[in-house]
């Protein structure tokens, strides 16, 4: 799938899942896709880096209870089939320090 078509796909079908089931939990959804500076695409580990910000800890917790019913896993799965390697999906949380500059 070229990058174009993998970003349509994202932002057409795929987003609308996540959208469906974050409402209530998250309160940010953002997609931010890799584009490289000298233009020339190169083999990477990733094409987008998904970000969602929960409230506090215990909503996220419950978002994923709650992903991990089987009929919203299934979903997910088999739409994520369509875009990833699943073998390959990584999720962290993202411990965050800034500076004044």
């Given at each position: 799938m070229s990058k174009a078509d993998f970003i349509d796909y994202y932002e057409a079908q795929h987003r609308k899942i996540g959208e469906r089931v974050l409402k209530g939990f998250a309160t940010r959804y953002i997609r931010r896709f890799i584009h490289p500076l000298d233009g020339e695409d190169q083999p990477c580990d990733f094409d987008v880096v998904m970000e969602?910000?929960?409230p506090d800890r215990?909503?996220?917790d419950a978002f994923f209870e709650s992903a991990s019913q089987p009929d919203i896993a299934a979903m997910i799965a088999?739409?994520?089939e369509k875009l990833f390697d699943r073998?390959?999906?990584r999720v962290f949380t993202v411990e965050e320090h800034s500076s004044e500059i």
């Open positions: 969602i910000d929960f215990a909503r996220m088999e739409d994520e073998t390959r999906i």
